[in-house]
């Protein structure tokens, strides 16, 4: 491509039209001005690809709109720099816009978040499921399946009632379409509206009757399933909604029912859907971004646990990355009254290393809930010399943390499990799902505190973090709507139903609980500071300020900015939150390179697998195409300015950025005004033409030039060269003797735009002397930063993204080396010749490590 160029601009025995000099300036002009806002491009798109790739990785908070602006930007750039390099290449280039539909119809699909449920049956066995099973049966019944059928791990029997029932109920009963017109007109802030259209939405469930193809197949699994006690067999009816457990928990979301028999299965069973359209429930979903056609609920049938003590294993502490020991919470009776707050848990924690206790604490526990012979539970309370008694055994806490480390293991990630042991003391895992870890170091230079006043300290940190804000007690479900933003929100327990104050609230401190509740594990995923077990709330004023020193428990009067601003956790689970995962999904079609592109090998538009390939390739064509194409040069002996200089070549510049140049008949080595091309000029300097005085090792190389600089030979040196020229960039087309070179080169103040590419091509040596020279410069080019390849005798280097005063160190280098090496193949007679030289002038230009 480069030898065409060249031909056709030093090949004088061909008859040119003439050309007007101000003709030719303005399509070279032209082309330039597209060249460079293709660059400009180049550069406003990498920024973008580079702010995605560090989203991605997972340390900075960033939302919906932000994703839709970074795409939007993305997709309206690339597509001008196609329009662009379309104009600058041509036609041949047209099959980008093919690539850029593909990859943008892509990344339009993951954007609409369009989910599709598999066709399933109704009803599928439990010890049928494993964990791919999790877009059937959602991830709470796939994980349950996996820790049964492949772990054999402890796990009641039961079945999944799928996400393709919930489907099907919703299509025949024509309720989808009213339900996504209702959640479409909901206004979260306005809690009174919430509430209105989740009792509509909950009523349409609730008055549906299921078709009759659903309700047999579900009575069918309970009979084949509960085949020896029908009668007397009770279940939990769980929700296993789609996206649940995973990447969100929804803890406490959704609602479980409890003692469930047979005759109660339908109505149970809608309770359950209709919960995905709760309040709390809708707000959260909502408030993540999540679509509620994507979360499709499936529903876990799973045999009751008549259960003397319950608890949630954490199989590594959740608010200090730095413990890796398991934590076992643990109460009496079921584990509604742990996850809901009502009953402050004992807890243990064990050494995942030798399973050994290395701490305890046990509560005071005064009730329980306990399942009823007929249907549902019952709160009773505990005896009085019962009630600080420990809730689990020495032997049982071991064999918990072994089932957790084993759970841990196989996921190879944090888990947060919830158990129960029978009246018989038999163990059973009910849930498993991913634990959200909490990084949180101390500040290097921490705030002295002795001075401020401390309002009162809470128990424990069941997430870290410093905030301050104004004091708002909820009591009851009524207040939620009165949560001001950044309110410290100041409960008696965490109930669930706190979650749709919880995008108000800069704090949470609750009287009652654990970090083991499901509103603190829905709290550390919004990041907010909490402290649970305050002895006395009743100290705290409504509206008063108060700072949350939630990693040491301590609770300071006033807003206390200097605290605040010393100390911000970090949290290492953003990868698995929605946003991030549709960030991470969206970069897989935007921020890699194909390999081809990554190793620069030849470049082809079917290769262009994403927007990073599609800008790799524009760049790297545009530096082809930028002169090509331009046979008018050689029908004009006019063009151009004299470069005036001790070095004997004959070279024209032809300004890019003034017109009025063509006024000027020669111009001043001294005052080149281009940075490429003064830089690749003070290299050919400092060797001059003819090489200075040799050291002694030199000497050799040195006598070979001195006696192939024939008169004849000078004189095929002394031809018109071109160099086309702005402040920044230039491409420059050299004839030494037989001998073409093109070099093209930006140096600008903005890295992305940078960039040097040089073509060497023929000789006037053989084949073989010319092949050792183009070898011997190739070495030289790489040990100096250069990516080169080499087809026979013609070799070809690029160096990209360099800062302008390495870009200017290079180009010197170039220059140095061009003089240097400009008739050597008549000296390379045999490879170890070449090699000797090769040594010599990496020595010579500084380039020897």
Same mark, same amino acid.
């Given at each position: 491509?480069?030898?065409? %160029?060249?031909?056709?601009?030093? &090949?004088?025995?061909?008859? +040119?039209? !003439?050309?007007?000099?101000?003709?030719?300036?303005?399509?070279?002009?032209?082309?330039?001005?597209?060249?460079?806002?293709?660059?400009?491009?180049?550069?406003?798109?990498?920024?973008?690809?580079?702010?995605?790739?560090?989203?991605?990785?997972?340390?900075?908070?960033?939302?919906?709109?932000? #994703?839709?602006?970074?795409?939007?930007?993305?997709?309206?750039?690339?597509?001008?720099?196609?329009?662009?390099?379309?104009?600058?290449?041509?036609?041949?280039?047209?099959?980008?816009?093919?690539?850029?539909?593909?990859?943008?119809?892509?990344?339009?699909?993951?954007?609409?978040?369009?989910?599709?449920?598999?066709?399933?049956?109704?009803?599928?066995?439990?010890?049928?499921?494993?964990?791919?099973?999790?877009?059937?049966?959602?991830?709470?019944?796939?994980?349950?399946?996996?820790?049964?059928?492949?772990?054999?791990?402890?796990?009641?029997?039961?079945?999944?009632?799928?996400?393709?029932? /919930?489907?099907?109920?919703?299509?025949?009963?024509?309720?989808?379409?009213?339900?996504?017109?209702?959640?479409?007109?909901?206004? =979260?802030?306005?809690?009174?509206?919430?509430?209105?259209?989740?009792?509509?939405?909950?009523?349409?469930?609730?008055?549906?009757?299921?078709?009759?193809?659903?309700?047999?197949?579900?009575?069918?699994? %309970?009979?084949?399933?509960?085949?020896?006690?029908?009668?007397?067999?009770?279940?939990?009816?769980?929700?296993?909604?789609?996206?649940?457990?995973?990447? &969100?928990?929804?803890?406490? $979301?959704?609602?479980?029912?409890?003692?469930?028999?047979?005759?109660?299965?339908?109505?149970?069973?809608?309770?359950? =859907?209709?919960?995905?359209?709760?309040?709390?429930?809708?707000?959260?979903?909502?408030?993540?971004?999540?679509?509620?056609?994507?979360?499709?609920?499936?529903?876990?049938?799973?045999?009751?646990?008549?259960?003397?003590?319950?608890?949630?294993?954490?199989?590594?502490?959740?608010?200090?990355?730095?413990?890796?020991?398991?934590? #076992?919470?643990?109460?009496?009776?079921?584990?509604?009254?742990?996850?809901?707050?009502?009953?402050?848990?004992?807890?243990?924690?064990?050494?995942?290393?030798?399973?050994?206790?290395?701490?305890?604490?046990?509560?005071?526990?005064?009730?329980?809930?306990?399942?009823?012979?007929?249907?549902?539970?019952?709160?009773?309370?505990?005896?009085?010399?019962?009630?600080?008694?420990?809730?689990?055994?020495?032997?049982?806490?071991?064999?918990?943390?072994?089932?957790?480390?084993?759970?841990?293991?196989?996921?190879? +990630?944090? $888990?947060?499990?919830?158990?129960?042991?029978?009246?018989?003391?038999?163990? /059973?895992?009910?849930?498993?799902?991913?634990?959200?870890?909490?990084?949180?170091?101390?500040? *290097?230079?921490?705030?002295?505190?002795?001075?401020?006043?401390?309002?009162?300290?809470?128990?424990?940190?069941?997430?870290?973090?410093?905030?301050?804000?104004?004091?708002?007690?909820?009591?009851?479900?009524?207040?939620?709507?009165?949560?001001?933003?950044?309110?410290?929100?100041?409960?008696?327990?965490?109930?669930?139903?706190?979650?749709?104050?919880?995008?108000?609230? *800069?704090?949470?401190?609750?009287?009652?609980?654990?970090?083991?509740?499901?509103?603190?594990?829905?709290?550390?995923?919004?990041?907010?500071?909490?402290?649970?077990?305050?002895?006395?709330?009743?100290?705290?004023?409504?509206?008063?300020?108060?700072?949350?020193?939630?990693?040491?428990?301590?609770? /300071?009067?006033?807003?206390? !900015?200097?605290?605040?601003?010393?100390?911000?956790?970090?949290?290492?689970?953003?990868?698995?939150?929605?946003?991030?995962?549709?960030?991470?999904?969206?970069?897989?079609?935007?921020?890699?390179?194909?390999?081809?592109?990554?190793?620069?090998?030849?470049?082809?538009?079917?290769?262009?697998?994403?927007?990073?390939?599609?800008?790799?390739?524009?760049?790297?064509?545009?530096?082809?195409?930028?002169?090509?194409?331009?046979?008018?040069?050689?029908?004009?002996?006019?063009?151009?300015?004299?470069?005036?200089?001790?070095?004997?070549?004959?070279? @024209?510049? #032809? *300004?890019?950025?003034?017109?009025?140049?063509?006024?000027?008949?020669?111009?001043?080595?001294?005052?080149?005004?281009?940075?490429?091309?003064?830089?690749?000029?003070?290299?050919?300097?400092?060797?001059?033409?003819?090489?200075?005085?040799?050291?002694?090792?030199?000497?050799?190389?040195?006598?070979?030039?001195?006696?192939?600089?024939?008169?004849?030979?000078?004189?095929?040196?002394?031809?018109?060269?071109?160099?086309?020229?702005?402040?920044?960039?230039?491409?420059?087309?050299?004839?030494?003797?037989?001998?073409?070179?093109?070099?093209?080169?930006?140096?600008?103040?903005?890295?992305?735009?940078?960039?040097?590419?040089?073509?060497? +091509?023929?000789?006037?040596?053989?084949?073989?002397?010319?092949?050792?020279?183009?070898?011997?410069? @190739?070495?030289?080019?790489?040990?100096?930063?250069?990516?080169?390849?080499?087809?026979?005798?013609?070799?070809?280097?690029?160096?990209?993204?360099?800062?302008?005063?390495?870009?200017?160190?290079?180009?010197?280098?170039?220059?140095?080396?061009?003089?240097?090496?400009?008739?050597?193949?008549?000296?390379?007679?045999?490879?170890? !010749?070449?090699?000797?030289?090769?040594?010599?002038?990496?020595?010579?230009?500084? &380039?020897?490590?």
């Amino acid at each position: 491509m480069a030898m065409n %160029f060249l031909k056709k601009i030093f &090949l004088t025995h061909e008859k +040119k039209p !003439e050309v007007s000099t101000g003709t030719i300036i303005k399509k070279l002009k032209s082309r330039y001005c597209c060249f460079v806002d293709i660059l400009e491009y180049n550069d406003k798109i990498l920024k973008i690809i580079s702010d995605i790739e560090e989203k991605k990785q997972g340390n900075f908070l960033f939302d919906m709109n932000y #994703i839709t602006n970074s795409i939007n930007k993305l997709k309206e750039n690339i597509s001008s720099v196609i329009n662009l390099f379309l104009k600058l290449g041509g036609n041949k280039y047209s099959g980008l816009n093919d690539r850029y539909k593909m990859i943008n119809s892509e990344i339009e699909n993951l954007i609409s978040g369009k989910s599709i449920i598999p066709k399933d049956s109704f009803t599928i066995p439990l010890n049928s499921i494993s964990k791919d099973k999790e877009s059937s049966v959602g991830a709470k019944c796939a994980n349950l399946g996996e820790l049964k059928s492949v772990l054999l791990l402890p796990v009641p029997d039961g079945f999944a009632i799928s996400a393709f029932a /919930y489907k099907t109920f919703m299509e025949v009963s024509g309720l989808q379409e009213k339900i996504s017109g209702l959640i479409y007109n909901i206004d =979260l802030k306005n809690i009174n509206d919430l509430k209105k259209i989740s009792e509509t939405l909950r009523s349409l469930i609730l008055n549906t009757k299921l078709p009759e193809n659903i309700s047999n197949e579900i009575l069918d699994s %309970f009979d084949k399933i509960f085949k020896n006690n029908i009668k007397t067999t009770k279940v939990a009816m769980r929700s296993s909604a789609i996206g649940e457990d995973t990447k &969100l928990s929804f803890a406490g $979301q959704y609602i479980s029912i409890l003692g469930v028999t047979r005759e109660n299965l339908f109505q149970s069973y809608l309770l359950v =859907l209709a919960s995905k359209f709760t309040p709390k429930a809708i707000y959260y979903y909502l408030n993540h971004n999540l679509k509620e056609t994507n979360l499709a609920m499936s529903v876990c049938c799973l045999e009751m646990v008549d259960a003397g003590r319950s608890g949630v294993i954490y199989s590594r502490n959740p608010v200090d990355s730095g413990d890796d020991s398991i934590y #076992i919470n643990s109460i009496f009776g079921l584990g509604q009254y742990l996850v809901d707050g009502t009953v402050e848990p004992d807890y243990l924690v064990v050494d995942r290393n030798n399973f050994k206790i290395t701490d305890r604490y046990v509560s005071y526990k005064s009730k329980k809930l306990v399942l009823l012979p007929d249907l549902g539970t019952k709160e009773i309370n505990i005896e009085e010399n019962e009630r600080e008694l420990p809730s689990l055994n020495d032997d049982e806490a071991i064999k918990l943390a072994e089932i957790a480390l084993k759970i841990e293991n196989h996921y190879d +990630k944090p $888990q947060d499990i919830e158990w129960a042991i029978s009246s018989d003391g038999k163990i /059973y895992i009910l849930q498993a799902r991913p634990l959200k870890i909490i990084i949180h170091e101390k500040p *290097s230079n921490p705030v002295d505190t002795t001075h401020f006043t401390i309002k009162t300290k809470g128990k424990t940190t069941a997430c870290p973090g410093i905030k301050a804000g104004n004091v708002h007690f909820i009591r009851t479900q009524d207040e939620l709507d009165s949560t001001e933003p950044n309110s410290v929100i100041v409960a008696e327990s965490p109930f669930p139903g706190l979650v749709s104050a919880l995008n108000n609230a *800069s704090a949470l401190l609750t009287k009652n609980g654990s970090p083991a509740s499901h509103l603190v594990t829905i709290a550390r995923e919004y990041r907010i500071p909490a402290i649970v077990g305050i002895s006395d709330i009743s100290v705290f004023i409504e509206g008063e300020p108060v700072t949350v020193d939630a990693s040491e428990c301590t609770i /300071y009067e006033g807003n206390i !900015e200097e605290l605040v601003n010393s100390s911000q956790p970090e949290f290492d689970y953003f990868n698995d939150e929605p946003l991030q995962i549709l960030l991470n999904n969206l970069a897989e079609f935007v921020t890699p390179l194909s390999r081809h592109f990554q190793e620069n090998t030849v470049l082809e538009i079917s290769e262009c697998r994403t927007f990073h390939d599609i800008i790799r390739f524009i760049h790297q064509k545009s530096m082809e195409e930028i002169f090509e194409n331009t046979d008018y040069l050689a029908g004009s002996n006019q063009i151009g300015i004299q470069l005036k200089s001790t070095i004997p070549l004959k070279i @024209k510049i #032809i *300004s890019l950025d003034d017109d009025n140049s063509g006024n000027l008949k020669n111009l001043n080595e001294e005052e080149l005004p281009c940075i490429p091309l003064k830089a690749f000029w003070d290299g050919v300097l400092e060797e001059g033409w003819q090489l200075p005085p040799a050291a002694a090792d030199f000497s050799g190389f040195a006598t070979v030039m001195a006696t192939d600089m024939t008169k004849q030979k000078f004189k095929t040196d002394i031809q018109n060269s071109y160099a086309a020229i702005s402040s920044e960039f230039m491409i420059l087309n050299l004839k030494l003797g037989y001998h073409f070179t093109t070099i093209e080169s930006m140096c600008s103040s903005t890295i992305n735009k940078n960039y040097i590419k040089l073509r060497i +091509k023929e000789g006037g040596a053989s084949f073989e002397r010319r092949l050792r020279r183009v070898n011997l410069i @190739k070495d030289i080019l790489v040990a100096a930063g250069f990516e080169v390849t080499i087809m026979g005798d013609y070799l070809e280097a690029v160096t990209n993204y360099n800062s302008c005063m390495e870009s200017t160190r290079k180009l010197k280098i170039l220059g140095r080396l061009t003089m240097l090496t400009r008739q050597l193949d008549l000296a390379l007679k045999d490879d170890e !010749e070449a090699e000797y030289y090769t040594d010599e002038l990496i020595i010579k230009l500084g &380039l020897a490590n």
